[in-house]
């Protein structure tokens, strides 16, 4: 029954108005990344989908920022100034919450919930015709939690924080997530009794809970499935342990799509990264950003690309740096090649090492294989860069383009200076220095002439060799004997 009900009499509020003063940070904590994103960003995500009438976030520390990132999702924002605890957030959004009758209740700083589980959380409470449902968990390690405080095997009678736990309250591994579910009209009168009675002087939310069992109202507690999704970030040891939560279960998704993935836990993926059937990743490889990767790729050890979108079986060697590029079906590029901005490699095209793209289009099938910068550039089909080629696109002002035709041959160590065009099968000489636009199926040479002169290096040695050599001087001798003598 209560399942299919529609959300629209619940509103979810994000409490993330905190500093975060155990972080050590300049940044305020819920600002701060794990899985790819801001920690707030993924509770916004999570609340999405519940369908309820809004989001409303507390922001304080840093809000513009913390604003920036939750509205372009939907969300609003309140302000806390100064921030008196959890129990004043709740207060502060109070007067946004208009005729909602349920809140569901996030802290900033737990951002591996997930929907399903927020989901459970309402439905328990609908059934169970609760003043209050707890989202908890059972830790093997429960320190720095606030615990939950049973009186009968489904009723809870308090949330006591770690710092105010009796002896034998220390022992209770049951865990508050600070994710709770509230009947709203049962919520507001017993905040209303809480007192700010704790060392740092906060009105705490987790009095809530005992000011409504006391009252008599059903206070409920359900424990998550995964104990790790209620994980919050308080240390930079908590994020990073929350972070290697979020990495796991994606590549364990992509693993679950047919991805191979070798030694999984070396390779990091962002949570908008897209990976076709088939594909091998090597170790020590980071997929970044948006990137999109076709299926029967390779990307081998030490790449890391950031929104990069590749189509089918293409190659990336070793040790290669991709952003914001494209590569279509069969490109194999590296190792060590480095593609900036903007670049699109056409089906077939070939980047060998220490080659450097901005910029540029590279033709299907053309090819660059060795030590190249080429920015700004436009290569046509089965065109061949020799090593060394250079685009000299920038004369301290602007860039300029250099276009380059189909079946053009660029013999090696040539300097294109642009702007400058290279017609459609035309050569270029190794070695030249390319300042004017050459034909079609013309040659391009410029560079010195060369002049050989025989006999003139036997000459040279000849010469050389009747300059007598000159003689030791003594002050080296006399050091040496007298290392000697030691
Ligand atoms: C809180 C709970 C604790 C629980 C733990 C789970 C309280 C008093 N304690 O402790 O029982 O086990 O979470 O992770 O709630 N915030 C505001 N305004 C404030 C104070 C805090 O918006 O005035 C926000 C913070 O930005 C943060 C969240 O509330 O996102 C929780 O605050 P935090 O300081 O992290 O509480 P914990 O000590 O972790
Ligand atoms: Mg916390």
Request: proline content about 4%; glycine content about 8%; aromatic content about 4%.
């Amino acid at each position: 029954m209560a399942q299919t009900m529609s959300n629209n009499d619940l509103t979810n509020v994000i409490l993330a108005a905190g500093k975060g003063t155990r972080l050590k940070s300049s940044l305020a904590k819920v600002l701060h990344r794990a899985g790819g994103r801001t920690l707030v960003e993924h509770i916004v995500r999570a609340c999405g989908p519940l369908k309820g009438r809004e989001t409303v976030v507390v922001v304080g520390h840093q809000a513009e920022q913390v604003a920036a990132i939750v509205e372009p999702l939907e969300a609003v924002t309140v302000l806390q100034h100064p921030q008196n605890g959890t129990g004043h957030a709740m207060l502060v959004a109070k007067r946004l919450l208009g005729r909602a009758k349920l809140a569901v209740v996030l802290p900033g700083d737990a951002p591996l919930v997930r929907t399903e589980t927020l989901k459970a959380l309402i439905t328990a409470h609908r059934n169970g015709n609760a003043a209050a449902t707890i989202l908890s968990a059972v830790l093997a390690d429960p320190s720095g939690y606030g615990r939950v405080v049973r009186k009968s095997e489904t009723a809870v009678s308090a949330i006591v924080e770690e710092s105010q736990l009796t002896d034998e309250q220390r022992d209770i591994n049951e865990i508050n997530s600070a994710i709770y579910c509230f009947t709203l009209e049962k919520l507001w009168p017993a905040l209303a009794h809480v007192k700010p009675n704790n060392k740092h002087r906060e009105l705490y939310l987790t009095d809530a809970i005992a000011a409504l069992s006391a009252k008599g109202e059903t206070v409920l507690a359900q424990v998550a499935a995964d104990s790790r999704e209620v994980l919050g970030c308080n240390t930079r040891a908590d994020l990073a342990d929350v972070d290697r939560v979020f990495r796991e279960w994606k590549r364990n998704a992509l693993m679950d799509a047919g991805v191979t993935i070798q030694l999984p836990e070396t390779v990091l993926i962002d949570p908008d990264v897209a990976v076709g059937e088939d594909t091998i990743i090597e170790p020590g490889v980071h997929l970044l950003g948006k990137t999109k990767i076709g299926a029967r790729c390779t990307i081998r050890t030490g790449s890391v690309l950031t929104d990069a979108v590749l189509g089918d079986e293409v190659t990336v060697e070793a040790h290669c740096v991709v952003a914001e590029s494209r590569l279509d079906d069969g490109v194999i590029i590296g190792p060590f090649a480095r593609l900036r901005p903007n670049n699109h490699l056409k089906a077939g095209a070939r980047i060998g090492n220490f080659v450097e793209l901005k910029k540029s289009t590279i033709g299907e099938g053309a090819k660059a294989m060795h030590l190249s910068y080429l920015g700004d550039a436009k290569i046509g089909t089965k065109s061949n860069i020799g090593a060394g080629t250079i685009t000299c696109n920038y004369d301290g002002f602007h860039k300029y383009p250099t276009s380059i035709g189909n079946k053009v041959f660029i013999g090696s160590d040539t300097a294109l200076v642009a702007p400058v065009r290279v017609g459609d099968g035309a050569y270029i000489a190794a070695g030249s220095t390319i300042t004017e636009n050459v034909p079609s199926d013309g040659l391009g040479i410029a560079r010195g002439r060369q002049v050989n002169k025989p006999g003139w290096a036997a000459k040279k040695r000849r010469e050389l060799a009747t300059v007598e050599k000159p003689k030791r001087t003594s002050k080296r001798k006399s050091r040496r004997t007298s290392k000697r003598r030691k």
